[in-house]
Nanobody
Framework: QVQLVESGGGLVQTGGSLRLSCAASGRTSRTVGWFRQAPGKERELIAAISWNGGSTNYGDSVKGRFTIARDNAKNMVYLQMNSLKAEDTAVYYC????????????????????WGQGTQVTVSS
């Protein structure tokens, strides 16, 4: 089992930055992904990082603007979001895989079995 708690969401102006945090407990040696879901839209994977930190993947909509990182000593995963746009407004979730594949940053949503409660990010134009 993995427990995840997100924090760091809020209201920011277009062009601003936010850093989201995901605190993990339990079986923390897992790939972690950040997802988001806006009203009326499907959930999308925006970033993923392998347990060993050596592999990352990003969705096309956030490449070059968002950075995922992790600190395994603190059981934390971060999402640094820069150059925010109105279309980044969504509820952001961190999720972890059940399988232990330390070098894989899966982009398959079905691989993620554990979810946090989400944190709202609102970007005002």
């Amino acid at each position: 089992q993995v427990q995840l708690v997100e924090s760091g969401g809020g209201l920011v102006q277009t062009g601003g930055s936010l850093r989201l945090s995901c605190a993990a407990s339990g079986r923390t040696s897992r790939t972690v992904g950040w997802f988001r879901q806006a009203p009326g839209k499907e959930r999308e994977l925006i970033a993923a990082i392998s347990w060993n930190g050596g592999s990352t993947n990003y969705g096309d909509s956030v490449k070059g603007r968002f950075t995922i990182a992790r600190d395994n000593a603190k059981n934390m995963v971060y999402l640094q979001m820069n150059s925010l746009k109105a279309e980044d407004t969504a509820v952001y979730y961190c999720a972890a895989t059940a399988a232990f594949r330390p070098s894989v940053a899966s982009i398959r949503a079905d691989d993620y079995n554990y979810w946090g409660q989400g944190t709202q990010v609102t970007v005002s134009s």
